[in-house]
């Protein structure tokens, strides 16, 4: 079974603004506060296709992540290892097209999948959801004062399964197999997508605070002014989204 949860929002700043707080939203607490569960950001790949024009990128953050107290409660400490404060790779892969306007984004843990994987999935543009058709617009679009977004997190929970198994090699296979034979990997897998999901709002709201704080400090203090103001507080020269 897979849990879903979508939201829309929308940010009133020009969609090249909004793309651009998007990729500096992890760049260092001092420019985004929530972000301080981000322990670091690397780019894998970064191109422009030639014929589209489109951006696309891959980049993997190391964060910090608690597991949900009652997704703990509900496992036995050979999976979660005693529950606390854990890190976790999500892999981020975006595409932007400035000239038509919108950007695509899939983020996922790669980390205790065996217990829960997530995956986020975003579609911004200069358009509302209600009038965007089936397919990516091809057809240029006018400046927006406006940026719409659409988001989607999606929840599956393999525990009890083959993947499981594979992901939880130093678990006793006989205590864990009794373990889920005997509360049901069905019931398990509902109760911890169910829990995640529920935490959902919360996530999205900071989420937002911080992009919108982005957002305010690039209108505030224009782009280049803040690219410098950055650079100068990390002690760079150069700037690495």
């Given at each position: 079974?897979?849990?879903?949860?979508?939201?829309?929002?929308?940010?009133?700043?020009?969609?090249?603004?909004?793309?651009?707080?998007?990729?500096?939203?992890?760049?260092?607490?001092?420019?985004?506060?929530f972000s301080s569960h981000v322990l670091s950001t690397d780019t894998i790949s970064s191109h422009i296709d030639p014929e589209s024009g489109r951006l696309y990128t891959t980049r993997l953050h190391l964060k910090k992540s608690r597991m949900p107290s009652a997704v703990v409660k509900l496992l036995p400490t050979s999976i979660t290892g005693g529950g606390g404060d854990k890190s976790s790779f999500v892999l981020e892969e975006s595409v932007v097209d400035i000239k038509e306007g919108w950007m695509t984004t899939q983020?996922?843990?790669?980390?205790?999948?065996?217990?829960?994987?997530?995956?986020?999935?975003?579609?911004?543009?200069t358009t509302p959801p209600e009038q965007q058709g089936a397919g990516l617009s091809t057809v240029s679009r006018p400046l927006s004062p406006s940026t719409y977004v659409t988001t989607t997190f999606s929840y599956r929970s393999t525990l009890g399964g083959r993947k499981a198994a594979q992901d939880s090699e130093d678990s006793s296979p006989l205590r864990f197999g009794g373990w889920i034979s005997g509360w049901g990997a069905k019931r398990i897998q509902g109760s911890i997508e169910s829990i995640a999901s529920n935490k959902t709002d919360d996530q999205l709201v900071k989420s937002r605070d911080g992009m919108k704080l982005v957002l305010e400090?690039?209108?505030?203090?224009?782009?280049?002014?803040?690219?410098?103001?950055l650079r100068r507080s990390q002690g760079k020269t150069t700037f690495d989204v």
């Open positions: 079974m897979v849990l879903t949860h979508t939201t829309n929002h929308n940010y009133s700043h020009p969609f090249p603004t909004v793309t651009l707080a998007f990729f500096l939203r992890y760049y260092s607490p001092q420019l985004n506060p983020s996922r843990n790669l980390n205790f999948t065996g217990v829960l994987s997530v995956t986020e999935q975003q579609r911004y543009s400090r690039l209108r505030s203090n224009g782009v280049m002014a803040t690219l410098r103001e």
